[in-house]
């Protein structure tokens, strides 16, 4: 069995991190969507990202999976997604 460390290593090695800079910049100027996994409760609590799609983390792989009843066609767009 891995461990949590290895993997996170892995799926480091297959992701690109962005400050809150960098992706708010790549939203407005490569139209990127910055897709919110937060909690409601969070959102509500917290605030929301101007323009980000709201994705509850315990739903992310339904709604991407195109194979799924729950798919979001969003989420078949040909753009870059920004997980936050």
Not at 41 to 69: K, N, T
Request: glycine residues 4%.
């Amino acid at each position: 069995m891995k461990s949590v460390q290895e993997m996170i290593a892995e799926a480091r090695a297959e992701i690109v991190g962005h400050t809150p800079a960098e992706a708010l910049r790549r939203q407005r100027e490569e139209n990127a969507l910055i897709v919110d996994i937060r909690d409601v409760r969070e959102l509500q609590r917290d605030g929301v990202v101007p323009g980000a799609h709201h994705a509850p983390r315990g739903m992310l792989e339904f709604w991407v999976d195109p194979s799924s009843p729950y798919h979001k066609p969003v989420f078949a767009e040909s753009r870059e997604f920004i997980f936050y």
